[in-house]
């Protein structure tokens, strides 16, 4: 899109929001808090559920980086008292609709309160590493009782005991992570989501597409990680829920051409939490399911044919 069709969008959008913002009813109670992926609507919800409304603009299955968003999300965020989103360009196609936004209420990028030395250069999947999500967390907390500051003592309770749950957690995933041997910590994907995850846990991770999912893999790089599995014996290569599983079908055969065979180790959760209601619908769910798969399929024996 050139830099004219831009600013044309981004000035209706300003007009639309304007329009909806004269013409809506209010005499709410509750106020609204908004964000994109269901991982910041997760901590919003811990620390505050009981006194604002938290609404997820994406839900299971989602993918972050081509979501555009409907007349209903434009609604959902000029209604907003609150808006929480990632940031770090994760939120890809919706980047003027939530700069646009900016000027008019609060709006905070939460990934982007992670101290800049921290941060893997162009990648957003910050929630990999627990103990940098810790900062998304933080930046959460300052937000909502900057919204509700009555009820600053009951969200500070709540984010301390949060808080608490993911240092637990961070260590879970560090001794799971620890009782693979050294040489199996190898985490095959369909996207480039798990960098901040293998940094943090020990893994080798290998990405069929780039770190967002707007290009798709090309033949070259499936015939290399193909060879890569292969020789390293690799016992499984991952799926994930918010990303399309042809290319990793596609992988599979590639390897089984090399005359090795290579299991689909599970369904992993990357960009998008599982369906709401269940464990893995929490974020606490997600990467839990996400280590205990990665560690159960990568322990068994990788076969050669
Ligand atoms: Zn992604």
């Excluded at 989103?85 to 008019?104: F, I, R, T």
């Excluded at 919204?147 to 637990?168: F, G």
């Excluded at 893999?217 to 799926?239: D, K, M, P, Y």
């Amino acid at each position: 899109m050139n830099r004219l069709s831009r600013t044309l969008i981004g000035a209706l959008l300003i007009i639309t929001l304007l329009f909806v913002s004269c013409t809506k009813e209010d005499g709410r109670d509750t106020l609204s808090v908004v964000t994109t992926i269901g991982m910041i609507a997760d901590i919003a919800e811990n620390l505050a559920g009981d006194y604002v409304k938290v609404t997820a603009l994406m839900g299971a299955g989602v993918d972050p980086h081509l979501y555009k968003a409907t007349a209903s999300d434009v609604q959902k965020l000029d209604r907003a008292d609150l808006i929480l989103y990632g940031g770090l360009h994760l939120e890809g196609k919706m980047g003027d609709v939530l700069e646009a936004l900016q000027s008019m209420k609060p709006t905070v990028a939460v990934s982007e309160a992670i101290p800049a030395h921290l941060l893997i250069k162009g990648d957003p999947h910050v929630w990999f590493d627990v103990s940098l999500w810790l900062y998304a967390v933080d930046a959460t907390y300052q937000a909502l009782v900057d919204l509700v500051p009555e009820h600053q003592a009951a969200i500070e309770a709540n984010w301390h005991r949060y808080r608490a749950t993911l240092v637990d957690l961070d260590r879970y995933i560090r001794t799971k992570a620890q009782s693979l041997e050294a040489n199996k910590r190898v985490l095959v994907t369909a996207h480039d989501a798990f960098e901040y995850f293998g940094r943090a846990y020990g893994f080798e991770v290998k990405g069929m597409q780039g770190i967002s999912t707007v290009s798709e893999a090309g033949t070259r790089n499936v015939q290399n990680l193909a060879s890569f599995i292969a020789e390293r014996s690799i016992a499984a290569v991952f799926i994930e829920t918010s990303v399309p599983q042809r290319m990793v079908h596609s992988l599979e055969r590639a390897v089984t051409a090399r005359g090795h065979s290579v299991k689909i180790g599970g369904e992993l959760y990357s960009d998008a939490m599982g369906d709401r209601g269940t464990f893995e619908g929490t974020y606490r769910g997600m990467v839990t399911h996400n280590i205990d798969t990665i560690v159960s399929a990568l322990t068994s024996q990788g076969a050669t044919q």
